[in-house]
């Protein structure tokens, strides 16, 4: 198992229309959003905008959850999504329009020829073959084969393993995303 601890000087910022976005992870090593050559990229994003339409990603499974305000979601035909702060993520296709009214900060799990998934956890998040982040929303002490580290708000592990195990979380929430990798 490799544990690599994220703080906010391993992440890219970048803009977007409706505000900025810190890219976590992506996956494979040479992978590159701005051309969309990756298979599964860990981020999150300020929506600074009351209503902002999302980047059309055909090809791409989309998870997001507000870590911080909330918002609605709405897709041409659907019912619209009432996402509110540390909701359970929602899911859905990066190809179909996706208009946004609320002002929030965001995570996001993307996941293009891969398979994966995202949620919050409170008191335990499992660890599963391939790549598992967590993210700690607001701090957070996680404890993983006998050792703690204490994440500051905003910070992750980075976890690759071949082998599922469990870590327990003190403190807290944290979202946990997983990649097949």
């Known amino acids: 198992m490799q544990i690599q601890h994220l703080t906010g000087k391993d992440y890219k910022v970048s803009q977007w ?28 994003a300020t929506v600074e905008l009351a209503e902002s339409d999302f980047t059309a990603l055909p090809g791409v499974i989309r998870y997001i959850v507000p870590l911080r305000g909330g918002f609605t979601l709405t897709h041409p035909g659907c019912e ?41 956890c409170g008191v335990t998040a ?36 071949q082998s599922a195990t469990a870590a327990t979380i003190t403190g807290g929430p944290v979202i946990r995303c997983h990649g097949k990798i």
């Open 17 to 44: 229309s409706g505000g900025t976005t810190t890219e976590i992870f992506i996956w494979p090593e040479d992978a590159d959003y701005a051309t969309r050559q990756f298979r599964l990229r860990i981020s999150s």
């Open 126 to 161: 499992a660890i599963l073959p391939g790549v598992t982040c967590l993210y700690a929303a607001e701090g957070a002490v996680i404890t993983l084969e006998n050792r703690e580290y204490c994440l500051a708000s905003a910070e992750a592990l980075l976890i690759f393993s």
């Open 80 to 120: 619209a999504v009432k996402l509110a702060a540390l909701d359970t993520p929602y899911r859905f296709s990066g190809e179909i329009p996706t208009h946004c009214v609320g002002k929030a900060t965001d995570f996001n799990l993307m996941l293009k020829n891969a398979e994966g998934e995202m949620e919050v």
